[in-house]
């Protein structure tokens, strides 16, 4: 048993962050060039908050796959 090797939950997590926030980043890159007309605008739209939200969801997703990499570390024990 000395040779089984557990992957943490937050590597999974991470991978899932990374994943929504590049969609999202995408969509919202897509919206900023192909804005839809002014009458179908959200109220906030100039803020483009997909595009800030997908960067925040891919920064944080990346920290948690670095952080919690599961191969090349050495054994604690």
């Known amino acids: 048993m000395d040779t089984e090797h557990q992957v943490p939950i937050w590597f999974f997590v991470g991978g899932l962050l990374l994943v929504y926030g590049v969609l999202i980043f995408g969509g919202g890159v897509y919206a900023w060039l192909n804005p839809p007309p002014v009458e179908h605008r959200v109220k906030l739209f100039e ?29 604690e024990a």
């Open 47 to 75: 803020y483009h908050a997909d595009v800030w939200w997908g960067i925040v969801l891919v920064g944080v997703g990346a920290l948690y796959l670095w952080l919690n990499w599961p191969w090349g570390k050495k054994s």
